[in-house]
């Protein structure tokens, strides 16, 4: 049974720059929630796709975008980075639907450090 | 709104002895309660959870918590730490105001546990 998985594990970008990154939720969850988690500190939530939209959003810029595709995999999108952006990206996913899960399972994660 | 707090940055406890990461929460409604571990450069792994029903939760490592409404606690515990229980211990609350089908996460700064020999 895969788990959650993600790519790049490792990503370094300069400011100004674009960055994707991508996960596939574990097998048989169709919600996926990504997180950003600086050093030190807990994961803070980005947003949450379910039915390939966005149901709910944390407090993150414009500049923070997201896709999920029909295969319930999903994309982190993140343009304009600036040094602050620099931290571990986690997706997690999780069932949705009229007989949902409770808890979301996480991926190893993306650390994308920005020059 | 939702918040976590895990007020010890750092539990230090003997092999063998009991240990706790402690974690108070706040909530508009029902609460559900997490637990999470994160070892060095890896992502979350998940202990247990709390829904509704019995207080005492068991989960995953021979991990349990005790959900305390009252004191809006749900600190983890374990009757015998090992060594290799050493990681970083995440509460979470999850937001049931849109119903139970989609909800974030909110995250408490993490503790870290230290076991020594």
């Known amino acids: 049974d895969a788990g959650v998985t993600q790519s790049p594990t490792h990503l370094i970008k300069t400011r100004g720059q674009q960055v994707t990154l991508r996960c596939s939720p574990k097998?048989?969850?169709?919600?996926v929630s990504w997180y950003q988690q600086a050093l030190g500190q807990g994961p803070q939530f980005i947003f949450q796709?379910?039915?390939?939209?966005?149901?709910q959003r944390g407090n993150f810029p414009d500049r923070f975008s997201g896709h999920q595709f029909p295969n319930y995999s999903s994309e982190l999108n993140v343009n304009a980075l600036l040094l602050g952006d620099s931290a571990l990206y986690l997706c997690a996913s999780s069932l949705g639907g009229a007989y949902p899960s409770y808890e979301q399972y996480f991926g190893p994660g993306t650390r994308l450090t920005v020059t | 709104a939702q918040s976590v707090a895990q007020p010890e940055d750092q539990v230090n406890v003997a092999e063998g002895n009991p240990l706790t990461v402690k974690c108070t929460y706040s909530?508009?409604?029902?609460?559900?309660l997490f637990w999470y571990v994160q070892y060095p450069n890896r992502g979350l792994q998940f202990l247990l959870k709390?829904?509704?029903?019995?207080?005492l939760v068991k989960g995953s490592y021979g991990f349990e918590a005790e959900f305390n409404k009252s004191q809006t606690s749900f600190h983890l515990k374990k009757p015998s730490a090992l060594v290799s229980d050493s990681a970083l211990y995440f509460c979470a609350v999850r937001d049931t105001s849109r119903g139970s089908t989609l909800g974030r996460l909110y995250f408490g700064r993490g503790t870290q546990l230290t076991v020594w020999p």
């Open positions: 709390y829904i509704t029903g019995d207080n």
């Open positions: 796709y379910y039915e390939e939209e966005e149901r």
């Open positions: 909530v508009s409604g029902n609460p559900y």
């Open positions: 097998s048989g969850h169709d919600t």
